[in-house]
């Protein structure tokens, strides 16, 4: 972590501890714009993962992105202990511990920051000592369940909240087209076939194909990739067998890469996973496609965004495989749907 000698100010700071996915890091960015208004003298650390730490470089609320050195999932108390007593030379004023386990809320105690702030998550007692509580009963939507986090445990969350946005300039954006062979002149649409969460989750890369060769047909100058990390390589070469003019790009960018890829797309269909976050904070035109999860959880937010749900009954199982081994919550979701509502939003770009 090469960050952590690089302070050279004593102002203090603000400790962030990112959430772990993608999406979430994103959903969290309203509370760094309301910690920025509340103390805009003071610099904002990002501590995240190395995979979510590109999304965080594009918030302008973020002065470092530190990278958490420690295994996804394991406790590694030496290290984290270590890790905690280096920090402790930035200075921080506060922590605000967003992952709602134990071994997360650790660092900021053994770094001996004064105020802790959480939800209490693991039964963080002591741990967190500004502990904020949510009902499971009627869970919040992402962003105002990160944005309460700026006002005491007992305030009443803004409901004007602003939503999530990253930035990305046009000279970060032309050497990735330049690099990838895609050209600037030529529309560009994205399409996210793979879900992390599980197969459930993922619209079937025969409609993702379909979809593709409809708007190749009325559209050939379109450039379509296929974007996601090295894990869905295999899924997106399935859409890419069906639909050989759309270019697979999976696990061959970096996320950096692909947010600049989203930032220069004319919309972007997905399925609900991380990539679909990045486009809305980027206020791209979005379709987003649920299938086994609540499409009024963490719904997109651009201007233009459509949100496409069957809504049968089965629905939110909220299982990574579909229980009953039909799958028609997506199956039945066929691309002449989402292609109707693709279409209006491709004269918008
Ligand atoms: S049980 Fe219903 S909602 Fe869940 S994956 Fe199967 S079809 Fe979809």
Excluded at 90 to 106: D, E, H, S
Excluded at 227 to 254: F, I, M, Y
Aim: charged residues 20%.
């Amino acid at each position: 972590m090469t960050a952590l000698s690089t302070s050279g100010s004593a102002a203090p700071r603000t400790l962030v501890i990112s959430p772990n996915w993608i999406g979430d890091a994103v959903m969290a960015q309203p509370l760094l714009r309301l910690l920025k208004q509340q103390h805009p003298e003071r610099p904002i650390d990002v501590l995240a993962p190395g995979w979510v730490a590109p999304v965080l470089r594009a918030m302008p609320e973020v002065d470092t992105v530190l990278s958490t050195p420690f295994r996804h999932g394991a406790l590694q108390l030496r290290e984290r202990w270590r890790f905690a007593r280096d920090l402790k030379q930035r200075g921080y004023a506060n922590a605000y511990v967003l992952p709602n386990t134990l071994k997360f809320a650790l660092i900021p105690w053994f770094a001996g920051i004064r105020n802790r702030i959480g939800y209490k998550g693991e039964s963080r007692y002591g741990l967190i000592n500004v502990m904020h509580h949510d009902d499971p009963q009627h869970p919040r939507a992402m962003v105002p369940f990160y944005a309460a986090l700026a006002g005491a445990p007992s305030a009443v969350a803004p409901a004007d909240l602003p939503r999530p946005a990253l930035r990305v300039s046009t000279p970060q954006i032309l050497p990735v087209l330049d690099k990838l062979n895609l050209q600037p002149g030529q529309p560009l649409l994205a399409f996210s076939p793979g879900a992390e969460f599980g197969n459930a989750k993922r619209w079937p890369t025969s409609h993702f194909a379909q979809l593709a060769n409809t708007i190749l047909a009325d559209n050939p100058e379109m450039q379509i990739v296929l974007l996601g990390s090295g894990k869905d390589h295999a899924v997106c070469e399935e859409v890419r067998a069906l639909a050989p003019a759309a270019r697979n790009l999976a696990g061959q960018t970096s996320l950096d890469e692909a947010v600049a890829l989203i930032a220069q797309a004319s919309a972007m269909v997905s399925n609900d996973s991380g990539l679909l976050h990045i486009a809305s904070a980027l206020n791209r035109p979005v379709i987003a496609i649920y299938g086994p999860t609540d499409p009024d959880h963490a719904p997109p937010f651009s201007d233009i965004a459509r949100s496409l749900s069957l809504r049968i009954a089965c629905s939110p199982c909220k299982q990574r495989e579909c229980p009953l081994g039909h799958h028609d919550c997506m199956q039945k979701l066929d691309s002449g749907k989402v292609w109707a509502e693709l279409q209006p939003m491709l004269h918008f770009r």
